[in-house]
């Protein structure tokens, strides 16, 4: 009896650190890991390459990682937060100077033979620095938005010289994402991305753009505090926005660049340069029909017919393999996963815990929608990796690390600070 009540002290004491841990946000992550090792694995058979061993020990070491950060308080984050978003924009400036360059972006710094890239890393640093910023005020004025996005600029270019497009874009995803869930106005968020919209509809349809200039200068009055000023200011931003997103489009994007923009809408325009991928992944996504056609039987995927498979394509070689039931699994889980995070963000003890959550959900589900748009032809292709199935070390461990941050928020929910 004595025997057994140590036993059962011992294990308590053992799982103790983590015992408010959301064990299912963690196995599914696990899980997807797992199954992204069997798959890349199948996509490199013709090659004979083991990179699938490397793809499963980064993700043990990640698992680690994210159970060590799940026991640290996270609330600490706060007094290092202008210590972790220096540390961010160091590294991303060291890879201008030292970095090496593969697929046309020097986005990489070599380690002995791991290459590491801080632009992954530094989507944590962002995360951090902006949950720290805006937990005690939000984004309820101007001064705070501003001061938000000036903390996103910095990293965002410096990414943008190297040049990372697909990273880029992830940026704005987190702060867009964690501006909204401190209360920001709704309005100030479509003024935010209104210049955006303005570049595209000067170039694909006039009076839409005519439209559009409106409908911005009516919310610039309506929510900014200086009524008038702000209406006029706002439609000048979009008007100057159509002429300079049709000059920067014309003389200043290399035509390889517009055609990346662009040939996801019509491929078949260029089948063997720019839109070959997109062709290729989604003949290879229709081949799997319902079921797929086994593990390691497409066809596509085995003769190699679809560049970086293993990476930013995992998607497509799921499709043919596993099928439609087995592209729904896995969509299946990723909604599991964001749902995780959507409770853990509303039922943290502060607003800082709850931010921090939101900014790797937004993180998470952006670069889910856009790297399965692209491979099924609704999204450009940018080069952004499918979170803990493809390959690629760097962006594996931020997102355990990512997630041990999250399971922190998780696990100390509940516990007062002695």
């Given at each position: 009896m004595?025997?057994?009540?140590?036993s059962r002290i011992s294990w308590k004491s053992l799982i103790q650190p983590w015992q408010e841990l959301d064990w299912?946000?963690?196995?599914?992550?696990?899980?997807?890991?797992?199954?992204?090792?069997?798959?890349?694995?199948?996509?490199?058979?013709?090659?004979?390459?083991?990179?699938?061993?490397?793809?499963?020990?980064?993700?043990?070491?990640?698992?680690?990682?994210?159970?060590?950060?799940?026991?640290?308080?996270?609330?600490?984050l706060i007094q290092w937060r202008w210590i972790i978003y220096g540390i961010t924009n160091l590294s991303l400036l060291l890879v201008i100077f030292i970095g090496t360059t593969a697929n046309g972006a020097q986005s990489w710094v070599a380690i002995g033979n791991f290459h590491v890239q801080p632009s992954e890393f530094a989507k944590v640093g962002v995360i951090i620095t902006l949950a720290a910023v805006l937990h005690e005020h939000g984004a309820r004025s101007l001064g705070m938005v501003l001061k938000s996005l000036a903390i996103t600029a910095v990293p965002w270019i410096l990414i943008m010289l190297q040049p990372d497009l697909g990273t880029s874009l992830v940026f704005g995803a987190i702060t867009l994402g964690m501006l909204y869930w401190a209360n920001m106005n709704p309005g100030w968020l479509v003024l935010l991305i209104s210049p955006i919209v303005a570049a595209i509809l000067f170039g694909v349809f006039l009076p839409g753009w005519l439209a559009w200039v409106g409908l911005v200068a009516v919310i610039g009055w309506r929510t900014l505090p200086w009524a008038v000023s702000?209406?006029?200011?706002?439609?000048?931003v979009n008007l100057v926005a159509g002429?300079?997103?049709?000059?920067?489009?014309?003389?200043?994007?290399?035509?390889?660049?517009?055609?990346?923009?662009?040939?996801f809408l019509d491929p078949d325009k260029d089948p063997l340069g720019g839109g070959y991928h997109l062709i290729q992944s989604r003949i290879a996504i229709g081949a799997g029909q319902l079921f797929g056609r086994g593990l390691n039987q497409g066809t596509?995927?085995?003769?190699?017919?679809?560049?970086?498979?293993?990476?930013?394509?995992?998607?497509?070689?799921?499709?043919?393999?596993?099928?439609?039931?087995?592209?729904?699994?896995?969509?299946l889980v990723f909604w599991l996963i964001c749902l995780r995070l959507v409770i853990i963000a509303q039922n943290a003890k502060d607003n800082f815990g709850s931010l921090l959550a939101i900014g790797v959900l937004s993180m998470i589900v952006f670069q889910v929608l856009i790297n399965i748009g692209m491979t099924i032809g609704?999204?450009?292709?940018?080069?952004i990796p499918l979170p803990w199935l493809s390959y690629g070390r760097s962006a594996l461990l931020t997102n355990f690390i990512a997630l041990g941050i999250v399971e922190s928020v998780s696990n100390y929910r509940h516990r007062l600070k002695f």
């Open positions: 004595l025997q057994k009540s140590l299912l946000l963690l196995l599914l992550p696990v899980g997807l890991t797992l199954f992204g090792g069997i798959t890349i694995r199948s996509t490199q058979l013709h090659l004979g390459a083991t990179i699938w061993w490397q793809h499963w020990v980064t993700g043990l070491v990640g698992v680690l990682i994210t159970l060590v950060i799940a026991r640290w308080r996270y609330e600490n702000g209406s006029f200011m706002a439609a000048v002429g300079l997103g049709s000059f920067i489009w014309q003389h200043v994007l290399k035509e390889y660049q517009r055609d990346r923009l662009t040939l596509q995927t085995q003769l190699n017919f679809i560049p970086e498979q293993h990476t930013d394509f995992i998607f497509s070689a799921i499709g043919e393999e596993f099928g439609f039931v087995g592209c729904i699994i896995v969509l609704l999204a450009p292709i940018t080069g």
